[in-house]
């Protein structure tokens, strides 16, 4: 298998697709030799049939909105691979979806499962309308219809999906009950529920609570102390939200945030209050992170991204190709010790390329946030047992599972020169397990 081989084919079968070619070119580049050892992988052309999505549904989801018109948006989900157990993976909902984005996140998530320990196959779905400004009743009416396209392809043993962006705890109840309604059954069919109804304790923490792990064991390889680390922290959702609220529990200081519109820089440190005016703002009153610099005086910068602020540790956590090489410079320049993602595919490759010719502490998100979608698997344990566990025993197994990561990582990725190449690590050590369950399993 020759790795420029395999993106020439994938980018003339499936051109104007530039965030899959991304996603997939990392990958098979960095399993490129091991793969070659394996002659019996290419007898079965196993790459082939590693990148190329399993299957792809997609549909015209209809809704009315408040006035009354009658709007289309597309639906999709594309179910990667069921190697290693049933498809699993996070519901987009934002203006910028499409098969390419959805295909890079899907592809992802595979290796992503595959780190986890966890039984879980690779998939990711999504749509391209857009919560922002919608009422409650709209996000309702929009989600219920999203499941009517849905329904039939999923089910607690064949695809089980959850949140990501635009997705979270409301918008995953309107669609579990949808899917109950239609189906017939009350079974873990999504993961990040309602804590009546199934959900796991920590599964709304877990990324943010897993990325701060994974750090944690990162820095312990150089022997770093978290404790009053400057923190720039990107996004203001669901995963940064938790990220802050764990370097604060462990004495470090976030100073960042951001949304679509801009950044606020907070050189106090985003306290355990401030942290919870951001919480009700985001999740409750849905506004814009610029109400934090006028709530708090403090600096807000719209049209930009944190990165050029200084920092000790950066932690992405909005979305993709969200640091670019200039940023990556920047941060470098400015003293950065550790980047750990929290986002999918934050940095792009040229960035990815400077955090680690500078010998960085650098984490892809793959490995760092896994901790969301590991809950996710526990989720799926609890509600097969039809039991549910404490939130101390769920948060002691995502600590298992992230430092289980990172010992994998380091297993496969540790150079001649002692500098541990996090993205290599999880990639074969993700792939490794995926070929094995594919090779087993015959010619599909
Ligand atoms: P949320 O919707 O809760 O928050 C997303 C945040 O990122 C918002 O602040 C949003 O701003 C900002 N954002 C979204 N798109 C863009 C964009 N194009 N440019 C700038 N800012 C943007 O999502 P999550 O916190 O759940 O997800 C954040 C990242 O983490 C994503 O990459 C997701 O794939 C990844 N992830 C999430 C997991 C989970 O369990 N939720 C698990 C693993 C990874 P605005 O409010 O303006 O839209
Ligand atoms: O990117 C991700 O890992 C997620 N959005 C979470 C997926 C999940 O199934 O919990």
């Given at each position: ?257 951001s949304d679509s519109d801009g950044y606020i ?23 814009r992170i610029r109400?934090?610099a ?6 807000y910068v719209p049209g930009a991204r944190p ?138």
């Amino acid at each position: 298998m020759k790795s420029s081989e395999v993106l020439d084919l994938l980018k003339r079968r499936f051109p104007n697709e530039p965030e899959y070619h991304q996603a997939v070119e990392e990958v098979v580049e960095s399993i490129e030799d091991v793969y070659n050892e394996h002659p019996e992988f290419e007898k079965a052309n196993l790459i082939e049939r590693l990148v190329i999505p399993d299957k792809i549904h997609s549909f015209r989801v209809t809704w009315i909105d408040d006035k009354g018109n009658v709007q289309t948006n597309m639906g999709y989900r594309v179910q990667h691979n069921n190697a290693i157990g049933p498809y699993k993976g996070g519901i987009r909902f934002h203006a910028s979806v499409s098969p390419s984005i959805l295909k890079f996140l899907a592809f992802e998530q595979t290796f992503k499962n595959a780190l986890t320990t966890l039984p879980m196959g690779g998939a990711k779905g999504g749509s391209d309308f857009s919560p922002r400004g919608k009422s409650d009743g709209e996000v309702m009416r929009f989600c219920q219809a999203f499941v009517e396209g849905l329904w039939r392809v999923i089910g607690p043993n064949t695809d089980v999906p959850a949140g990501d962006i635009g997705v979270g705890g409301r918008e995953v109840g309107y669609m579990f009950g949808k899917y109950k309604k239609l189906a017939e059954e009350f079974t873990g069919t999504f993961t990040g529920k309602g804590r009546e109804f199934g959900g796991s304790l920590i599964r709304p923490e877990a990324t943010g609570y897993g990325n701060v792990y994974f750090l944690l064991e990162m820095l312990k390889t150089r022997n770093i102390d978290i404790k009053g680390k400057k923190c720039l922290v990107s996004g203001s959702g669901n995963v940064a939200q938790y990220t802050c609220e764990k370097l604060l529990e462990l004495g470090a200081i976030p100073v960042t945030l951001s949304d679509s519109d801009g950044y606020i820089h907070d050189p106090d440190g985003i306290t355990k209050e401030k942290l919870e005016f951001v919480m009700e703002l985001k999740n409750l009153y849905r506004g814009r992170i610029r109400e934090y610099a006028e709530e708090y005086g403090c600096k807000y910068v719209p049209g930009a991204r944190p990165w050029a602020e200084k920092g000790d540790i950066a932690l992405p956590s909005a979305t993709q190709n969200e640091i670019d090489q200039t940023d990556a410079e920047t941060l470098v320049k400015n003293g950065v010790i550790a980047v750990s993602e929290g986002a999918n595919m934050p940095s792009t490759p040229e960035a990815i390329a400077v955090f680690q010719s500078n010998k960085i502490l650098y984490a892809p998100g793959k490995a760092a946030n896994a901790g969301g979608v590991s809950v996710s698997g526990l989720e799926m344990t609890q509600n097969s047992e039809r039991y549910s566990w404490s939130a101390e025993q769920v948060d002691e197994k995502l600590r298992w599972i992230m430092a289980n990561i990172h010992e994998n990582c380091v297993k496969y990725g540790k150079e001649g020169d002692g500098y541990v190449n996090y993205v290599k690590g999880a990639n074969i050590a993700g792939f490794m397990k995926v070929a094995k369950a594919m090779m087993g399993q015959g010619i599909l």
